[in-house]
């Protein structure tokens, strides 16, 4: 015969407080993630990790804050923070000093950095910038190192053009009223430019200098202490980038405008979903690497020729080896 077991106010209590009970509640492990910059739509698959339960399936309740990724970088070194998502040249720049950093999830395949001109300017490439007039937001930028490399490439220098220092808010600016006559920056600007009407050549800065936009890092005790937590973070980020490249990228924006950037002007969503759609899902966030061996695939060869060039500029003063500082995230906890 089924007996039924009819649950008391007592014995309910004794359930809540409960170590079992206590233990399903705390299962979750708390981890905060720092990235670069401000809250911003293109952060958007991390935001609907969380919104959807990804980071919670995987055991993981995460608190994103941000700062600049020289910052992040020392408060990961210090363990001050769990993981971090700041830009690759600055992690290179960071374990060329001996911080305990590490990368385990290539998150961006490649950089997203362009020359851009008008496309009735004549500029189709580096070779065609002898005498012009080239806009960079800083001589500390990564597009500073990208213009240096790319003119060398096409047997020019800096003595050959003129660059001019315009901050981030006028850069695109400058170049649409004529000012300069061409910008290196980011190639998601192309998309502003159509959108407003300005048709633009552009030449991507990955094509001659590997490099990597944001990327997951961790402390090195971390990883080499709780391999557990650092895979599981990084398979939830993979899922993350996967639901929004499986045909979710508009609801992903939505999440991301809504509850994280809401400040972002709502008008700029069809700007978003045309980079998301155009640069992002096919050639940012997934690479010939990445089809082989999933997203964040580490590639090895690209970070050992981008911290090579970054110390042959004089941006580092020695070249860490890429082994040393990169992990491929299949690897984790083997």
Known sequence: MIQFRVTTAASLL????SPFFVSLADAADKVVMQIDGAAAPFYAPLYAGVENGIFEKNGIEVEFIYAAAADILTNIAAGNVDFGFPNGDAVVAAAANGLPVKVVHT????????L????????????????????VTS??????????????????????????????????????????????????RKYNLEADGTKVTMVLSNDFLPSFGNVVVTNAAKLSENPDLVKRFTT??????EWVIDG?????????LDKYAPTWPKDQKGILTTAFEQTFVPTVWQSPLTKEKGLGAADFAGWQKNADILAEYKVIDDAPKAEDFVVDPSTIGQ
């Open 236 to 241: 939830a980020v993979t899922q993350s980038y």
């Open 116 to 135: 851009l001109a008008k496309a009735d300017s004549g500029i189709t490439g580096y070779k065609d910038l002898k005498g012009k007039k080239i806009a």
């Open 14 to 17: 004794a359930l809540l407080t």
């Open 107 to 114: 998150t961006y395949q490649r950089g997203i950095g362009a």
């Open 248 to 256: 979710h990228v508009n609801e992903a924006l939505d999440i991301a």
């Open 139 to 188: 001589l500390a930028s990564p597009n500073y190192l990208q213009l240096q490399v790319g003119l060398k490439l096409a047997g020019l220098s800096l003595d050959d053009v003129s660059v001019e220092v315009v901050q981030t808010g006028a850069i695109v600016q400058s170049l649409q009223a004529g000012q300069v006559d061409a910008i290196v920056f980011s190639e998601l």
